[in-house]
DNA sequence: ATGAAAGCGCTAACAG
DNA sequence: CTGTTAGCGCTTTCAT
């Protein structure tokens, strides 16, 4: 068996009490005896257990991150990135793959809670708001990732997406395209939408006329950005540009158009959103929307670790700023 | 405060070992209180605290997954095999990137054994075996992913990395080339010998003599492959093919040569090794070793979950195979 | 079939 | 400065 507190005690002669002052540098304890406790800790190899702590009322560091899937690298790197913060919080994190199915959002959630976690990271597209109403009435510190809650006050860090879709729209009317595909992802989240939306304005504010017909529902997938792409692209007046909302449909795209014979980027210009390693692997080199990953990682581990310690009643919302990141897959139009 | 098992049993009117009973089905308990019970439990939203019952004794149902990176496509595609195949099994699991940096690993696997998970799947290289034999000592669960430990009884889930290497080999062989080069990892693991170990035997055995030269190392970033592959192509005499020990080198390799303006696969061919989705999305598509990357992580929590079971006492190596997945990125040798 | 009571390993008053 | 003691929420004999 595991030595425990009462093993190091008896064996240094003092009280449990003293171990566990010892343990958590509480109360007023002589040099002397903490020295000797901390050895014969040493010697017992010692380690106080966790689960009995958090019994008692202190927290468990540990936090629960939701998202859709780890194997996508847009979430793998999201998840690298709290991982690495909580770890210098000197917390562990719950990975929660929930592939966007409310049953298993459910289930995770409800396991984090009876597992007693000290806050859970969304990151997945939140459909059953009602659970997670739930659980910020229950005072479970949340924070909320690139996902918006607007009827309710809860931390949350997220990107502009207005913004990258009116810079991804800017950047390609200002090469001279006017017929600018734009390939969306198949849930309907605002953050979907705003970058939809903000692409479309800035193709307005340059004098294109946004045509319905050149907005394309894809996925998470490159396989559905590659479909949808092909279909574009056997409309009679097809897009010489299209701006897809993540990298995963930019790179179906960049397929569908290679397998159709065409030059890239000569032919097509592709913007993708997230940049991802996958961006600068692909050739030619996806121009996208920079989000920055890391920071968005940091920060939500910032507000919820802030909440978890109580050392913060606000709530607040974080809005960062993405960046046009231009490689290679975008190029001026060439009326030929 | 979250209700407990104490204000499930007083609004029921029975007992806490009995609302114990029912909420585990052990003991005997008549039809008519279950019922009763189950119907306060939803009342009140009662979740049982897992910290409480693992405290008694319990399992935390909980594991930990050590690995390099988790930003890394291969990990990340192994980590989500295993929270799939753990999730089925009612099991959570601690997300733990260590970089291979021997002090985090040490601080994970604390950490990992404070919280009294019931085991370890370690993806990471090992470099402290030293630790490692004392978790194996103290009976701690374990299983280990493409890894070995020779000296150790421990449940080990691998792909057979001599034969991915001579796949490799033989293919690039059998294509005509002679000049064959190897991109290693800066590790020196054995999985990473084996492979170089297998290409080289294929090699022979196709009569070509491996040439030292030929050799070069890189890492686990598609920018070491990219460095390393910039030299190779400065011989005098430079490869005309190259197996890489993994797909980030590949991709390094491959951006190298378009780079010096070769023409791929006409100039250069390449293999890589684990078939990640990364493969699917260079261009050209990469003829890559499969690892069957779902098959690694559910076996591997399959043996771990036995042994915390206690279902099972002998230990096992499993030995995977991988298979050689032709794409574009490899092409017959043309003698100009 | 049900309940009383003794822990599990630790923390946190409260005494001394 | 150190020790005693009462829980934390649950499981598990052992009675009844």
Redesign the pocket.
């Given at each position: 068996?595991?030595p425990?507190?009462?093993d190091v005690a008896q064996a240094a002669?003092?009280?449990?009490?003293?171990v566990?002052?010892v343990?958590?540098g509480?109360?007023?304890?002589?040099?002397?005896?903490?020295k000797h406790v901390l050895i014969i800790m040493d010697q017992l190899k010692?380690?106080?257990?966790m689960v009995?702590?958090a019994?008692?009322?202190?927290s468990t560091f540990t936090i629960g991150l939701t998202l859709p899937d780890l194997a996508n690298p847009f979430f793998a790197e999201i998840a690298r990135a709290v991982e690495d913060r909580c770890h210098e919080f000197g917390f562990n994190v719950f990975i929660c793959s929930t592939d966007n199915d409310p049953d298993k959002e459910v289930k995770y959630f409800s396991l984090l809670t009876q597992k007693r976690v000290d806050g859970i990271i969304v990151a997945t597209r939140i459909q059953n708001d009602q659970f997670l109403k739930k659980l910020i009435q229950q005072n479970v510190p949340i924070a909320l990732i690139t996902n918006e809650m607007p009827t309710l006050a809860v931390d949350t860090v997220m990107v502009d997406d207005f913004l990258g879709g009116y810079q991804a729209g800017s950047h390609l009317a200002e090469l001279g395209h006017r017929r600018i595909a734009i390939l969306k992802e198949d849930t309907d989240t605002k953050s979907n939408r705003e970058r939809i939306h903000g692409c479309q304005q800035a193709m307005i504010a340059a004098g294109i006329e946004p045509d319905e017909r050149l907005l394309s529902i894809g996925g998470f997938t490159v396989q559905s950005g590659k479909e949808a792409m092909t279909e574009l692209l056997k409309l009679d007046n097809p897009p010489t540009a299209v701006f897809a909302c993540n990298d995963l449909l930019a790179i179906g795209a960049i397929q569908a158009a290679r397998e159709q014979g065409l030059q890239l980027p000569a032919d097509l210009s592709v913007v993708g959103f997230d940049n991802t390693i996958l961006a600068t692997i692909i050739d030619p080199p996806l121009t996208t929307i920079g989000q920055p990953i890391q920071e968005i990682g940091r920060q939500a581990v910032e507000l919820l670790v802030q909440e978890i310690k109580g050392e913060k009643t606000l709530k607040q919302r974080v809005v960062l700023l993405p960046e046009l990141v231009i490689r290679s897959s975008s190029l001026a139009y060439q009326n030929v």
């Open positions: 068996m595991k425990t507190i009462y002669g003092v009280s449990i009490a003293t566990s002052k343990i958590n509480t109360g007023r304890i002589s040099d002397k005896t903490r010692y380690q106080p257990s009995a702590s019994l008692t009322g202190k």
